[in-house]
């Protein structure tokens, strides 16, 4: 039954948003069986970039655990339009990638990263419960902050 879903957000407070068309030569997601990869997200809030600079400099850990969390909406925008706008297909998140943009010795991107799923867990329970990693680098595209990907099972 379609729906479940969109009205635990609503009782979250959670507003999904639209799915943002793709910045280069790519798509937003595959699907293959009942996999969909969804492209690197980054914080992009009313189809403005946000959260530009390095974790650890320009902003803190718990900043940082913020725009994983915008990243993760907008991975979240993309799952559904795979889903043809019903989230209740998902069967489960499988994995995320996180990666954040930080100084050198900065070493809490896991905690950064919990930002996306602490979500995933927010919204789908125990179905949001995923393998990740979180790796810290030098430089993102258009130096956002974090950048995080995924892949979901879905029926």
């Known amino acids: 039954m379609a729906g479940k879903i969109d009205a635990h957000l609503a009782k979250l407070g959670i507003e999904i948003p639209a799915a943002t068309a793709p910045a280069a030569n790519y798509v937003p997601y595959v699907k293959t069986g009942n996999l969909v990869f969804v492209s690197g997200q980054v914080p992009f809030v009313d189809g403005k970039l946000t959260y530009q600079g390095k974790v650890g400099k320009d902003f803190t850990t718990e900043e940082g ?3 994983a969390r915008v990243c ?7 799952v559904k339009d795979a889903c ?6 998902v069967v489960r998140c499988v994995k ?7 100084t ?3 070493g809490e991107q896991p905690k950064v990263v919990n930002g996306a799923s602490d979500l995933m867990v927010e919204v789908f329970g125990d179905k949001g419960r995923h393998a990740r990693f979180a790796v810290g680098t030098n ?6 902050a974090v950048e995080v990907d995924a892949v979901f099972e879905i029926s």
């Open 65 to 67: 655990m913020a725009c």
């Open 72 to 78: 993760a909406l907008n991975i979240l925008s993309q």
């Open 84 to 89: 043809g706008g019903d989230l209740d297909k």
């Open 96 to 102: 995320l990638s996180g990666f954040v943009n930080c």
């Open 104 to 106: 050198d010795g900065f």
């Open 139 to 144: 430089a993102l595209p258009m130096n956002v």
